[in-house]
């Protein structure tokens, strides 16, 4: 990964008129039009994101930085919104997958910021780890969305969308990370008998060898657009409906991962991977050549890294759930052997 550099121009939440200026510059800001308000939105991992209110409307202001936001000591490509904004440019021509995304109202690469549409009143669906199901009609949405996305053939597509960097960061906390040698977190001090969970599946060579396999797949890359994050921090449930979000991990590759990801996160919800798999092969329209066994081992993988992994979700199971799923999840990647 090439040395991230840093925006020229770097937002500063505490300090609004700054913010009016650049906003300004760039005709996005009235000459008269003050911001009132400047507050997180949101509780994103990657980007500082701000809604900024005026008087007379409110919108989302976007800005990568050289590195994740919530961990700053973690490296990150800085041209990722710029990514994201090649995605939103992208599924504008499509108004299926657009009418479900704020609009793009604005981008500045040099200083690496997004003007997005504010959705408004809105919450995540990250309740699904606390109990709070994915309504039928919610899923069957997101479904909808994803099999159009990925039936979308991009005949010339934005070199951006090739998203490289993004894919190679993610590849390492994905696939490689978790399973490594490295103990990055302290894992008992979170579910005391993790560690030996986690040291069990390291020393899986089977499953070690698939999951590496698979991240092999990830990097290859493929036929469809994908969102490239799809689990409940990307869903929002607004009084129009459910909205998708943040597509700075999007890249051209296989569905399957898509797919794999929203099983395990559902798996995690407290669905069996039989529930899972029905629900979404029940409304997901699957491009030609899709196979199932593929996105199930996708699956596995983001249970293992979800669990023993950087990325923590705000679970509170115990280890006996734990160990439950991290075997679930090391069966999922076995049924990939033969695809991988």
């Known amino acids: 990964m090439t040395t991230p550099q840093p925006p020229r121009f770097r937002i500063d939440p505490r300090d609004p008129a700054a913010l009016a200026d650049w906003l300004r510059a760039r005709g996005w800001l009235a000459p008269d039009e003050p911001i009132e308000d400047l507050a997180l939105a949101g509780e ?3 980007n500082l994101t701000l809604r900024v209110v005026t008087p007379a409307r409110s919108f989302i202001v976007k800005q990568s930085r050289p590195y994740v936001e919530k961990y700053p000591h973690i490296p990150a490509p800085a ?6 904004a090649a995605f939103y440019r992208t599924v504008a021509e499509v108004p299926a997958l657009a009418r479900a995304m704020p609009r793009l109202l604005g981008a500045d690469d040099g200083d690496r910021v997004l003007l997005l549409e504010d959705l408004g009143e809105a919450s995540d ?12 009609s919610e899923r069957r ?14 005949t010339d597509p934005d070199p951006l969308l090739a998203n490289r960097a993004m894919r190679e960061l993610n590849h390492a906390h994905i696939f490689e990370l978790p399973l490594g040698d490295v103990d990055l977190l302290d894992l008992d001090a979170m579910t005391p008998g993790l560690a030996a969970e986690a040291a069990r ?16 797949r990830y990097l290859g890359g ?24 943040d597509p700075e991990f999007c890249f051209v590759g296989p569905p399957e991962f898509d797919v794999g990801v929203m099983l395990g996160h559902a798996i995690l919800g407290g669905e069996s991977p039989d ?5 979404v092969t029940d409304g997901y329209e699957a491009p030609a050549g899709f196979d199932g066994a593929l996105a199930g ?6 249970v293992i890294r979800r669990l023993i992994g950087v990325a923590q979700l705000p679970i509170s199971a115990g280890i006996h759930q734990k160990r439950e799923w991290l075997a679930v999840a090391r069966q999922l990647v076995l049924e990939a052997a033969g695809v991988a």
Do not use: K, Q
Not at 201 to 216: T, Y
Not at 223 to 244: C, E, K, M, N, Q
Not at 275 to 279: C, P, V
Not at 297 to 302: M, R, Y
């Open 44 to 46: 994103g991992n990657m």
């Open 275 to 279: 529930e899972a798999f029905a629900a």
């Open 297 to 302: 081992g996708f699956a596995g993988v983001e």
């Open 141 to 154: 949405a997101l479904l909808s969305w994803l099999g159009t996305l990925h039936a979308l053939r991009v």
């Open 201 to 216: 599946l390291r020393h899986d060579r089977a499953c070690v060898d698939i999951v590496r396999a698979l991240g092999r």
């Open 125 to 136: 669906l990250m309740s699904v780890y606390r109990g709070v199901p994915v309504a039928p």
């Open 222 to 245: 493929g036929d469809s657009l994908l969102h490239g994050d799809f689990y409940p921090g990307s869903w929002l449930r607004t009084p129009a409906g459910i909205r998708v979000i």
């Open 79 to 84: 041209e990722r919104v710029s990514v994201e």
